[in-house]
């Protein structure tokens, strides 16, 4: 693995956007183009990422940032050769404090010296301080908006709070739209 890749994140304003199923998908396209490939699970409270690619949930970023051992040691081969996952651990929802900066921080570190590509699937924006916490600390920040879903305000005041912590938002993903 050569390492050194940037690291992505899709947020959404609300839950139920998309986000999670279309970062899955980036990643699965991603690692079959040959791209070494980790994809995080850090909405610790609505996680999805484990029951999409099929593997167990029992340890992961929840038990890492509780000191429960080495985020490495959680990570987990797929069923595609190139993709890794970290999940996000089982973890009673009373024990989960907000993620620390400088916790994030240095995990994104560590496994960007390990990947070409460090993918983040983030709780919703709006509602707690994690995923603002995460688009501070990413290389890039794609919203998912899908559409329709919320009112237009809702997406406007994601962007806002990517933008008061200085996350790099290089575009969005408008989701489910009718063809019609």
Same mark, same amino acid.
Request: hydrophobic fraction near 40%; proline fraction near 6%; aromatic fraction near 2%.
């Given at each position: 693995?050569?390492?050194?890749?940037?690291?992505?994140?899709? #947020?959404?304003?609300?839950?139920?956007?998309? @986000?999670? +199923?279309t970062?899955?998908? #980036?990643?699965i396209?991603?690692?079959?183009?040959g791209?070494?490939v980790?994809?995080?699970?850090? *909405?610790?409270?609505?996680?999805?990422?484990?029951?999409? #690619?099929?593997?167990?949930?029992?340890?992961?970023?929840?038990?890492?940032?509780?000191?429960?051992g *080495?985020?490495?040691?959680?990570i987990?081969? +797929?069923?595609?050769? @190139?993709?890794?996952?970290?999940?996000?651990?089982?973890?009673?929802?009373?024990?989960?404090?907000?993620?620390s900066?400088?916790?994030?921080r240095?995990?994104? *570190?560590? #496994? @960007?010296?390990?990947?070409?590509?460090?993918?983040? *699937?983030?709780?919703?924006?709006?509602?707690?301080s994690?995923?603002?916490i995460?688009?501070?600390?990413?290389d890039?920040?794609?919203?998912?908006?899908?559409? $329709?879903?919320?009112? $237009?305000e809702?997406s406007? $005041?994601? @962007?806002?709070?990517?933008?008061?912590?200085?996350?790099?938002?290089?575009?969005?993903?408008?989701?489910?739209?009718?063809?019609k």
């Amino acid at each position: 693995q050569n390492g050194m890749g940037p690291c992505v994140t899709m #947020l959404s304003g609300g839950p139920g956007e998309g @986000k999670s +199923t279309t970062i899955y998908n #980036l990643a699965i396209v991603c690692a079959q183009a040959g791209q070494s490939v980790i994809l995080v699970d850090c *909405d610790l409270r609505r996680p999805t990422i484990h029951d999409l #690619l099929d593997v167990p949930n029992d340890r992961g970023v929840s038990n890492s940032l509780r000191g429960e051992g *080495d985020p490495l040691d959680f990570i987990q081969q +797929t069923a595609l050769p @190139k993709l890794h996952v970290l999940t996000a651990g089982e973890t009673p929802i009373a024990d989960i404090g907000n993620l620390s900066g400088d916790r994030i921080r240095n995990l994104l *570190d560590e #496994l @960007k010296q390990r990947y070409d590509l460090v993918l983040i *699937d983030s709780p919703p924006v709006l509602g707690i301080s994690d995923g603002s916490i995460i688009a501070r600390e990413v290389d890039y920040v794609i919203l998912v908006i899908q559409h $329709r879903r919320y009112p $237009r305000e809702i997406s406007l $005041r994601a @962007k806002r709070a990517v933008e008061e912590v200085h996350g790099n938002c290089v575009g969005m993903v408008l989701n489910a739209v009718a063809v019609k």
